[in-house]
């Protein structure tokens, strides 16, 4: 592997990236003070960026290194792993396990761990028709992971819907990994306002529980049609919120009718729960 090593960073040379990319780099990396560009041959450089030098380095697998950075992630009753970390649960700690892959929702995002938490503070067991359980639709399931999750946490069952088909036969596998058995949870090709994301097993629309893991503009988009597919006073779920977009959010909400708004916070990410 070819790789030119420049002295300085993004941010301090942000007018020679370019000068890289037109010369037929492929890739750059910022890693302790040096941009790392590489190349599949060597090339003449503008004299801009001829102060760095090339450097012929090992091969890495980076699939195999990210996969050995991974560590569990706790989020509330949960636990999510990779396939490889199942023994490292502890010891009344739910495991969910999770094939790092295509889908967004490894547990790694602040945003998916906020979510599990607060799937894991609502009683899913509980809730629903006569207490049997509360049904749950997930808006942009990704990997699955909120919708099994909400499964494994005594949810009657989970409804993961998704505009990217890719992710379907994911999460369906994570579900199965998981031992959810088919009925307790679905997963489909789908968004809200088009389709009616009617759980066929049970002829639901309205569900208890609404989670998203979207972003602050969508949410505002769809507000009106999380009220319509909540019960009254279900709890709605929202994340992937940049906290600097809050305000977004907090209008969208209130313009819709939802009540007991609360925020949590960690670092840049937000989440959101309402009632409807
Ligand atoms: N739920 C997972 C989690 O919490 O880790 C994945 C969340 S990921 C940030 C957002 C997912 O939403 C992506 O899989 C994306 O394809 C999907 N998505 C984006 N826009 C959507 C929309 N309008 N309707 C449904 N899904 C959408």
Redesign the pocket.
Known sequence: MLVYHLPGTFGTREADLDLLWTAGATGLEERAGIIRAYFDARTDLPPQVSDGDWREEADQDWLAEFKRTLRPVRAGRVTIVPPWLREEVEAGQLPLVIEPGM???TGH?A??RL?VEALSDLNLATLGPEGTGARVL??????G??AIAAALLGARFAFG????PI?IPIARENAEVNGVPAGRVRFEEG??GEDALTFPEEDVDAYDVLVA??YAE?HDLLAGDYAAHLVPGGPLVLT?ILTVKLPLVRAALEREGFGDVQETLDDEWALVTARA
Do not use: E, M, P
């Not at 819907?161 to 990217?164: G, L, N, Y």
């Open positions: 889908a967004f929702g995002h945003t998916t979510a997930d808006v942009g399931t990704g990997s992971v909120l819907v998704d505009i990217d992710t968004t809200l893991n979207l969508l992937g």
